[in-house]
């Protein structure tokens, strides 16, 4: 069975960083490419980052360009999300996504706020 399980995020400051973490389990994580999305409330979900299977390639949503980045650890199934001087717009539940599938995580939440 195919599992991803996001962890970290919270509650932080504007200008603040933090980092997420995403397991993954039930497959070959090494062999595919991983994403990051998130939704925030009454918003449809959005793409916020991507690697390719060896974490070499990556690539960013405008918004978080030059503020998030994304790796991953091939030798411990774990992908990552970087997240620095966030914004409250950046305030939104994220996923952790195995490319070119419907596998998602539940969810780890984000609030950005003073």
């Known amino acids: 069975e195919v599992k991803l399980v996001e962890s970290g995020g919270g509650l932080v400051q ?10 993954g389990s039930g497959y070959i994580f090494s062999n595919e ?7 925030a409330p009454g918003k449809e979900r959005e793409f916020v980052a991507g ?3 060896s ?13 998030f980045t994304i790796s991953r650890d091939n030798a ?8 620095n001087d ?10 952790c996504n195995i490319r070119y599938t419907n596998y998602y995580g539940q969810g780890t939440q984000v609030t950005v706020s003073s």
């Open 55 to 67: 974490g070499d390639e990556t690539d960013y949503a405008t918004s978080v360009q030059g503020r």
């Open 76 to 83: 411990n199934n774990m992908l990552y999300l970087q997240m």
């Open 33 to 39: 490419p991983m994403r990051w999305f998130r939704q």
């Open 14 to 23: 504007p200008g603040g960083s933090t980092t997420l973490s995403c397991t």
């Open 86 to 95: 966030l914004k409250p717009e950046d305030t939104a539940t994220y996923y």
């Open 51 to 53: 690697t390719n299977w």
